[in-house]
Nanobody
């Protein structure tokens, strides 16, 4: 099970840090991804990180503003979001895939329930 937290309402230019905690299962060797979905839009890739933490991936729209990291001892993945824009408003989901770190949502095996991020202008 994956549980996201850290969402909320923030003004444009502000920051939030999302967390995704894994429980009830091993976290070992899981690549982890963050996706987001705005109303009326498809779920889109945001960022991903492999089990070892090296070689992270970002969507062009968030490069330079978002940073993904993980603490395997705590079974937790983070998404630091800086300089937030109204276009970042969406429900954010974390997902896991063992032995891989895909950027396609369809390839992930486990998903969290999502946390809402709303950026006001």
């Amino acid at each position: 099970q994956l549980v996201e937290s850290g969402g909320g309402l923030v003004q444009a230019g502000g920051s939030l840090r999302l967390s995704c905690a894994a429980s009830g299962r091993t976290f070992s060797y899981y690549g982890m991804g963050w996706f987001r979905q705005a109303p009326g839009k498809e779920r889109e890739f945001v960022s991903a990180i492999p089990w070892g933490g090296a070689g992270t991936y970002y969507a062009d729209s968030v490069k330079g503003r978002f940073s993904i990291s993980r603490d395997n001892a705590k079974n937790t993945v983070y998404l630091q979001m800086n300089n937030l824009k109204p276009g970042d408003t969406a429900a954010y989901y974390c997902a896991g895939k063992r032995f891989a770190v895909p950027t396609e949502a369809s390839r992930y095996d486990i998903w969290g329930q999502g946390t809402q991020v709303t950026v006001s202008s």
